[in-house]
Nanobody, 124 residues
Framework: QERLVESGGGLAQAGGSLRLSCAASLGTFSQYAMGWFRQAPRKEREFVAV????????YYADSVKGRFIISRDNAKNTVSLQMNILKVEDTAVYSC?????????????????WGQGTQVTVSS
């Protein structure tokens, strides 16, 4: 059964770092582009970052470009999001998602499988 499980969320101070991980049970993990989305209270879910199924392409939202880094380990069926120089406005529930044969999809509708999410809270 396909499943995505996030970990690594928590509390951080502004300017600090956190690393999120997503463990995937997807059959052939290397066939899936993996994305991260986030949703803050009273806001719409928004795209954060994506890495293609080959791992050769990445794309970031402007709000996190230069601060966040997405990576994948196909041997371990995991995707990670290294979040640096955190800002209070990064506070949200972060979810990973999978899109089969995707290059760098940026819309939620393009993803088939979703994790439950992990809370990230950044304090000033």
């Amino acid at each position: 059964q396909e499943r995505l499980v996030e970990s690594g969320g928590g509390l951080a101070q502004a300017g600090g770092s956190l690393r999120l991980s997503c463990a995937a049970s997807l059959g052939t993990f290397s066939q899936y582009a993996m994305g991260w989305f986030r949703q803050a209270p009273r806001k719409e879910r928004e795209f954060v970052a994506v890495i293609s199924y080959t791992g050769r392409s990445t794309y970031y939202a402007d709000s996190v470009k230069g601060r966040f880094i997405i990576s994948r380990d196909n041997a371990k069926n995991t995707v990670s999001l290294q979040m640096n120089i955190l800002k209070v406005e990064d506070t949200a529930v972060y979810s990973c998602a999978a899109a089969q044969w995707g290059t760098t999809p940026r819309e939620a509708k393009d993803y088939t499988y979703w994790g439950q999410g992990t809370q990230v809270t950044v304090s000033s």
